[in-house]
T-cell receptor
């Protein structure tokens, strides 16, 4: 069993749709990261959360520490949002665990 | 402010050889971590260095080793390469361990 589980694995949306990607984890964490990876490998860190909610442009990330769950929302999705979104946690023991990613395709 | 740079971008090695990958951290960042990402999979944490000391390690054998230098640049060394070591190797740096990470574009290693 993976320490970090993401859903869905693949997601196709029409441009303009509201998108939610979910992440559940089973370890105690000090922080949770949402990452975006484009084809070719480059990774961009979108958010780091330890509680509550963060917003950046059309992206919103929330975390519920009690439920060990986080969500990444994209409002008014756009084809340039197409990428793999990865949830990663840094455990209390300073280990990093990654989800296998959600591949998002936004169709014009 | 420069980002995280990794070198080389691509590398082909023969099974049994040794390889050194390099990472220059973002200016001012004292924490660096390394990850292995096999094709089609999420990254796996290899280890993290903070102020030149290893302060976290994933489930990788001792033939994966690292160094962080006083200028906070870093190396990942892999000895006795195996075919399964073929992957994208990513490094990420951070200002202190509690902050967000900036990722490099990775080194794609192919072991033949």
């Amino acid at each position: 069993k993976n320490e970090v589980e993401q859903s869905p694995q693949n997601l196709t949306a029409q441009e303009g749709e509201f998108i939610t990607i979910n992440c559940s984890y089973s370890v105690g964490i000090s922080a949770l990261h949402w990452l975006q990876q484009h084809p070719g490998g480059g990774i961009v860190s979108l958010f780091m959360l330890s509680s509550g909610k963060k917003k950046h442009g059309r992206l919103i990330a929330t975390i519920n520490i009690q439920e060990k769950h986080s969500s990444l929302h994209i409002t008014a999705s756009h084809p340039r949002d197409s990428a793999v979104y990865i949830c990663a946690v840094r455990s209390s023991g300073n280990q990093f665990y990654f989800g296998t990613g959600t591949s998002l395709t936004v169709i014009p | 402010e420069t980002g995280v740079t990794q070198s080389p971008t691509h590398l082909i090695k023969t099974r049994g050889q040794q390889v050194t990958l390099r990472c220059s951290s973002q200016s001012g960042h004292n924490t660096v971590s390394w990850y292995q990402q096999a094709l089609g999979q999420g990254p796996q944490f290899i280890f993290q260095y903070y102020r030149e000391e290893e302060n976290g390690r994933g489930n990788f054998p001792p033939r994966f080793s690292g160094l962080q230098f006083p200028n906070y640049s870093s190396e990942l060394n892999v000895n006795a390469l195996e075919l399964d070591d073929s992957a994208l190797y990513l490094c990420a740096s951070s200002l202190e361990t509690a902050y967000g990470y900036t990722f490099g574009s990775g080194t794609r290693l192919t072991v033949v």
